[in-house]
């Protein structure tokens, strides 16, 4: 389908959000009897206390199924309503193929919608909501439903302290649907990578570049590398750059700025990315100590715990902003539209969308 002129383009607004996270805690004092570390080691270096770990029976897709019916039941809308489903993540039930998304479709019922994933490892999510945003603002589809999920734990070497106590599991979910353009939903994306930067933080083995061997399991070299000096300096100077950048394209200033929803990675990268933006930590959204670092699916975990905790109100504008290996690098500037907290009361217009 060819691009519509800008005049006739729709909105992409958020109607409907949900989480889910492993009912398993796996907190620093247990990390201590795994590897050489110690709570106050972990927490002055990340600001994270405790992770979930995911089920020996619980795969990527199964996460997912659950952050989406959450987000499904508080848009209103049955799964064959769906249009698309996209899913963040880049730790898939399968290596490549077929996409999580087929699984996601499957086992939600999602049976009209198109499915695929995005790999963009934490600046996953981001990506894929700016996907979904062009899909129907050209009229494509008219619902949306965009899933961050991971379950980083399955690649994770628990020998390793330096990554081993920073990764966890869990999903998030959000459903879009069109809205007048530019009066709400998300207003601007900005997106970017620098591929220099890919041997920094990867899984080494296990692709076509370098098939897995029984050598190269022993050697850990199918578990997550990071360079973390690297990675820190590279996530200090992006994380406020692109929510500057995104922030202006939006016409907008950080002082117009309601709440600032970051990537969970390090709690000193958030804070300089609040610094850089000059925004008080009371307008920054931050659980990545309950969390730790979940990749694609931070941001949206993180966005509807503050949407249930009554922190995200109509009308306000919110700013996501991640960042990954790749290197990538992503923001979202929304303006919310009316969608109410769980537990506030819902208005007419949202209570009759339940019939939709």
């Known amino acids: 389908m060819s691009r519509l002129p800008l005049r006739s383009l729709r909105g992409a607004t958020i109607t409907g959000l949900g989480m889910y996270v492993p009912k398993k805690i796996l907190t620093n004092h247990d990390l ?34 659950r952050a989406a019916r959450e987000a499904l039941c508080s848009a209103h809308l049955s799964p064959e309503t769906v249009d698309l489903l996209i899913v963040a993540t880049s730790t898939g039930d399968t290596l490549g193929f077929p996409a999580t998304a087929a699984f996601v479709q499957e086992k939600l019922g999602a049976t009209r919608a198109a499915a695929f994933d995005v790999s963009a490892v934490c600046s996953g999510f981001t990506y894929a909501l700016d996907v979904a945003v062009q899909y129907i603002q050209t009229g ?28 966890g599991d869990g999903a998030g979910a959000v459903v879009l649907e069109p809205a007048e353009y530019g009066a709400e939903g998300v207003l601007v994306s900005i997106l970017g990578s620098d591929g220099s930067g890919a041997g920094l933080l990867n899984i080494p083995a296990g692709g076509s570049r370098l098939p897995m061997t029984p050598e190269l399991l022993a050697e850990h070299k199918n578990t997550i590398y990071q360079n973390g000096r ?43 990315a609040a610094k850089r933006m000059d925004l008080p930590m009371e307008k920054v959204v931050i659980n990545l100590d309950r969390y730790g670092n979940t990749s694609a699916a931070t941001i949206p975990i993180a966005m509807a715990e503050a949407w249930q905790e009554g922190r995200i109100l109509p009308g306000m504008i919110l700013v996501t902003v991640g960042f990954g290996a790749g290197l990538s690098w992503g923001a979202n500037v929304i303006r919310w539209g009316n969608l109410l907290p769980p537990s506030r009361p819902q208005n007419e217009e949202t209570a009759e969308g339940e019939n939709r």
């Open 230 to 272: 690297e990675v820190y300096r590279f996530a200090v100077e992006k994380m406020g750059e692109a929510a500057l950048e995104a922030v202006a394209a939006a016409g907008l200033s950080p002082a117009d700025v309601d709440l600032l929803i970051p990537h969970q990675a390090n709690i000193r990268i958030i804070a300089s």
């Open 140 to 167: 494509r589809y008219d619902r949306v439903l965009v899933i961050g999920a991971e379950t980083n734990s399955r690649f994770v070497d628990w020998t390793d302290r330096s990554t081993c106590v920073l990764f």
């Open 32 to 65: 201590a009897q795994m590897v050489d570390t110690n709570d106050q080691w972990i927490i002055d270096r990340t600001g994270i206390r405790e992770r979930h770990i995911a089920a020996p029976e619980e795969a990527t897709s199964d996460l997912a199924v």
